[in-house]
């Protein structure tokens, strides 16, 4: 039998023709495609993402890692259930409005779906009717907000504030991240919690799921 | 290469203290080291104080101009807080910056229309970040055009094609290299501009790339930088990399930052 420790080993290191082969040695040796998934793959970004958060792996690598992660996925997907590939949750995520930053929300967007949640990209200059909306029609675990700019940062709380209005506040979980926001600003704004970088992000979303 | 010296922005924790308990004598300082250390333009920015960036904003140009008779990059998206600043301001002033954005490029054009202002003109729409040189040079385009129809002299304009992560997408060098070539070439007279640092973001020892990418741009037409003027190997850069393109008569400035002890 193949073992998946390697398919882990491979994708921390980003070798996408490795992890391809050994992914379909794995199929063919029979191994549930469900268990690839959780117990090689994500089981990998999991760790990419400790990595990250603690310096020792940097953006070039985890870009390369998800990569191989996509297309390792690519292979598993007509022998997995919608549920197998959504099983962390549904994250809503978005660049709030007035801001057109994306490369932070996209790494953290990445990171997140290489983690096993659904995720729903609402792209930059987001209103806040949109994240609630969104948040509605999705029935969305978590909405991530993220601002790149000191003069969008109220619109983080106008976001807060709309999800509030609307009586979602507390059936979803608020995440925020962007270089001018802190966890002291997310505590003030009354969010559930904040990620410096991208790895962090997507262990914080797996604890908020507990 | 113009330097605008980019300290005195609220977003540091010993600037924003300073302008918390109005500490006039650490801002004065950071304006005396910079102007020591070859910078043109001091930046003041005060927008983290989001419902006092007006009274802020105008405590720094003047606590600024107390100490250097250098004329200020006033850094803020908000015409009131702007034009509050200039009034106090001696010399003529920076602004930074105006962009594509349409709230932002409406807000701004009368304020500086007709002026004899300096203006950093950002490379962002409301369609996103450029990606490519031609999503660039459409940007850089329409708001040359919109300045200059507004009496905005080219060669007050400092057009900033914006500098993206390398981490993320090798071409993000090159594609802002390449930009500055063809607005060097295409419209005679401006200037470019930037704020270079987050060519290496994600990625470590970053001061080794933010070197030799100023040093690439500078060979293309950079001349303008929004950079910490006290980083000695940045300076370093600049100057050796100036003089190797040509722009430095007899090497005079090379020569001096030496006998003045700026290089590294």
Redesign the interface.
Known sequence: MTDLSDITTALISGDGDKVCRLVQKALDQGAPAADILNTGLIAGMDIVGEKMQSGDMFIPEVLMSAKTMNTAVEILKPFLSAEDMSSAGHIVIGTVKGDLHDIGKNLVSMMVESAGFKVTDLGVDVSPEAFVKAVQENKADIVALSALLTTTMPMMQQTIHALVESGLRDKVKIIIGGAPVNQEFADRIGADGYASDAGSASRLAKQLQG | MIIIGELINA?RKAVAAAIQSEDKETIRKMALDQADHLADYIDVNA??F?DRETACLTWLVQTVQEAVSLPCAIDS??PKAIEAALKVHKGVAMINSISL?K?RYDNLLPVIAGTDLKVVALC?S?E??PVTVDDRLKIADKLVNGLQKNNIPIENIFVDPLV??L??DKTYGTGFINTIEALTQKFKGIHTACGLSNIS????SRKHLNRAFMIQAILKGLDGAIINPLDKGMITAIISAEALAGKDDYCMRYLKAFRAGLLE
């Open positions: 977003s927008g983290i989001v998206p908000d954005e709230e962002m409301d996103g970040m993206q992560p981490s993320v973001y994600g990625l470590p």
